[in-house]
């Protein structure tokens, strides 16, 4: 596996993005990087996802949009009609297939798992392959309507997550 066949885009509401922008009529990267309002490099790593997801094509530097991404792109940004859309693409990319087989199995693959596993499949480096792991599980974390990370509970060890960031916001 190459690595850059493994997606660096950690937000699946960014791939949207450039799906939508491509659906509007950018073809080229410059295109959808001036719709998206995301630089070239990373307009490039949210592209590549969406390729891997099947919901773009690309070819002679010229992006389309599959049947799948024109069904993503029919369904309301964060419903359940939308994570099912990424969970199908997910599901049937070859790429994710490979590098992340147990993604969206019950019990989730933990980050050091799947980081070993990139590690060792690709020539990425340790740290790379645990920053793309971590952008798989997120999408995970998405797809199965998980987004937030659990909050500490309020108790006797002080302010809970949620508190303290209420008392920042405050200054």
Not at 24 to 39: H, K, N, V
Not at 45 to 57: D, E, F
Not at 87 to 115: E, F, W
Request: proline share 4%.
């Amino acid at each position: 596996m190459q690595t850059l066949d493994i997606p660096q885009a950690n937000k699946l509401e960014s791939v949207r993005a450039v799906v939508l922008a491509t659906h509007r009529g950018s073809e080229t990267l410059e295109q959808i990087s001036d719709f998206t309002g995301y630089s070239p490099r990373h307009t490039q790593y949210r592209i590549h996802a969406a390729r891997v997801l099947g919901l773009l094509r690309v070819e002679d530097e010229v992006a389309w949009v599959t049947a799948a991404g024109t069904r993503l792109l029919e369904t309301e940004v964060k419903s359940a009609e939308e994570r099912d859309a990424f969970y199908r693409a997910i599901q049937r990319s070859k790429v994710m297939g490979i590098i992340a087989p147990d993604l969206l199995h019950p019990t989730c693959p933990s980050l050091g798992n799947l980081t070993e596993r990139l590690f060792k499949e690709t020539t990425l480096s340790r740290t790379t392959a645990e920053r793309r792991a971590n952008g798989l599980l997120a999408w995970r974390r998405y797809v199965m309507g998980q987004e937030s990370v659990p909050r500490e509970q309020d108790g006797e060890n002080g302010p809970s997550r949620r508190q303290k960031d209420e008392q920042l916001s405050l200054f």
